[in-house]
């Protein structure tokens, strides 16, 4: 895939990599655990347990979230929402791996005018979170075997989303016209986001997705990512007999790697003052001891918020493996051969202070007691897409911790203060 300048979500007026930052006024910082100021849109928080506990305990790994998302659609029509506002999209239908069902879209006129808002999450988990059997431990939510992880990443954004639905629903509290998205396969490529359609959507003005830690931090922008995979072909012979006829695929790919890795290009990468990162994470080799190596397949990424700085580092990979595949050569002279290809994995984006999506956010934060902290991710978002497909989407934590491994948790005290601030952002208070 061609790679692509950093796009600039609409509405935004300019897109930048910056620090992160405290949103402004700055005021005393207030923990993540802290109560909501007076007047606040209250949630129900018990039932929010509830539902969140529910949405833990249902398997629901990346192409099968098929039985989550019936749970959710099943929950809405429980609580009042039209059959004909829940739907069903065709994403799975357009991504590399086969999907059971598509992003669940749920669309709600506003009971008074104002510009469409959209508050999202993805309901796949990692595969580790198979079989997780969730409890509540004091302030926390975790899972009491201890072989799995909870799957607090994403199912607690997606308890915020649906809790504020059901609290909207069951209590008919006013709001603007609102969508719900329920994405796929956000853990494999951020596919759901990636493929969903903005017409779909109704086009909303300003989006919110909840997946995260703090409660208070709000991330406005993540870097880009490119994927490569690199293919060596060495030429066999014997190791024993006939060494010096081979070409060693893992010779090549040993050279390239420590020529990046010595030139600064591996890892964090830092040169005239940009800055971004390389990994190359997987390598498959060999076949015996006493083969002379005919192959190996590698696969490296790239990311970066400047555009520019991301395909410099990507060149660099190139050229050390086709530099390296010249140094090694078989006593008459043959030597191996190197292709490699890529693809954009995500798009870096940056929204500004005053794009609407963020005041709101910072607004919602400020009145249940937090100070904002405004962030730039050095990982990929479905927001990366999102802002790609023209919705300008800030992402917000909802209490995951240790995600991805079996000492993942969710502080309930934060999970709660994502509630209260989900039902201030949907109904627009």
């Known amino acids: 895939m061609a790679r692509q300048p950093e796009r600039r979500s609409r509405g935004s007026k300019r897109t930048r990599s910056t620090p992160p930052r405290t949103a402004r006024p700055a005021r005393d910082r207030v923990a993540s655990g802290a109560a909501p100021t007076a007047g606040a849109v209250t949630p129900d928080l018990a039932r929010a347990r509830r539902v969140v506990l529910d949405l833990l305990a249902i398997p629901g790994v990346s192409g099968r979230e098929k039985d989550v998302a019936n749970h959710i659609a099943d929950r809405l029509r429980k609580a009042g929402c039209p059959a004909d506002?829940?739907?069903?999209?065709?994403?799975?239908?357009?991504?590399?791996?086969?999907?059971?069902?598509?992003n669940l879209i749920v669309r709600l006129p506003g009971t008074r005018?104002?510009?469409?808002?959209?508050?999202?999450?993805?309901?796949?988990?990692?595969?580790?979170?198979?079989?997780?059997?969730?409890?509540?431990?004091?302030?926390?939510?975790?899972?009491?075997?201890?072989?799995?992880?909870?799957?607090?990443?994403?199912?607690?954004?997606?308890?915020?989303?649906?809790?504020?639905?059901?609290?909207?629903?069951?209590?008919?509290?006013?709001?603007?016209?609102?969508?719900?998205?329920?994405?796929?396969?956000?853990?494999?490529?951020?596919?759901?986001?990636?493929?969903?359609?903005?017409?779909?959507?109704?086009?909303?003005?300003?989006?919110?997705?909840?997946?995260?830690?703090?409660?208070?931090?709000?991330?406005?922008?993540?870097?880009?990512?490119?994927?490569?995979?690199?293919?060596i072909e060495g030429i066999p012979s014997h190791a024993g007999v006939a060494p010096e006829q081979g070409v060693s695929a893992i010779a090549i790919a040993s050279l390239a790697i420590a020529s990046l890795v010595e030139d600064g290009w591996h890892g964090l990468v830092e040169k005239q003052?940009?800055?971004?990162?390389?990994?190359?994470?997987?390598?498959?080799?060999?076949?015996?001891?006493?083969?002379?190596?005919?192959?190996?397949?590698?696969?490296?990424?790239?990311?970066?918020?400047?555009?520019?700085?991301?395909?410099?580092?990507?060149?660099?990979?190139?050229?050390?493996?086709?530099?390296?595949?010249?140094?090694?050569?078989?006593?008459?002279?043959?030597?191996?051969?190197?292709?490699?290809?890529?693809?954009?994995?995500y798009e870096a984006f940056r929204l500004d202070d005053d794009e609407p999506c963020v005041v709101a956010a910072t607004e919602a934060v400020r009145a249940v007691g937090l100070e904002p902290r405004l962030d730039v991710s050095n990982g990929g978002l479905d927001a990366n897409w999102m802002a790609a497909n023209g919705i300008p989407t800030v992402t917000l934590g909802c209490g995951q911790a240790d995600i991805h491994t079996t000492n993942e948790r969710l502080d309930l005290a934060v999970f709660e203060n994502a509630c209260r601030i989900a039902l201030r952002l949907a109904t627009g208070t």
């Not at 739907?87 to 239908?93: E, L, N, P, S």
């Not at 991301?310 to 050229?319: D, F, G, L, P, Y």
């Open 85 to 102: 506002a829940i739907a069903f999209d065709d994403a799975h239908t357009r991504t590399p791996i086969a999907g059971e069902v598509g």
């Open 273 to 345: 003052g940009k800055r971004g990162t390389s990994n190359v994470g997987v390598i498959n080799a060999g076949a015996a001891t006493n083969v002379v190596a005919e192959s190996a397949h590698l696969r490296a990424e790239a990311r970066g918020h400047d555009p520019a700085f991301r395909s410099r580092i990507v060149k660099a990979i190139e050229k050390a493996f086709t530099d390296a595949a010249k140094r090694v050569q078989s006593a008459s002279g043959r030597r191996g051969r190197v292709t490699c290809e890529g693809r954009l994995d």
């Open 113 to 231: 005018p104002g510009p469409r808002r959209l508050l999202m999450a993805h309901m796949d988990t990692v595969p580790v979170c198979l079989g997780a059997k969730p409890a509540v431990k004091g302030n926390f939510i975790v899972s009491t075997d201890a072989s799995t992880g909870l799957g607090g990443d994403d199912r607690a954004g997606v308890a915020v989303v649906l809790s504020t639905a059901l609290d909207i629903l069951e209590r008919g509290l006013d709001h603007p016209p609102l969508t719900l998205l329920f994405a796929i396969q956000e853990e494999v490529g951020l596919y759901g986001a990636r493929y969903v359609k903005g017409a779909d959507l109704g086009r909303p003005k300003l989006a919110f997705n909840f997946d995260g830690g703090a409660a208070e931090k709000i991330t406005v922008g993540a870097t880009g990512g490119y994927r490569m995979d690199i293919t």
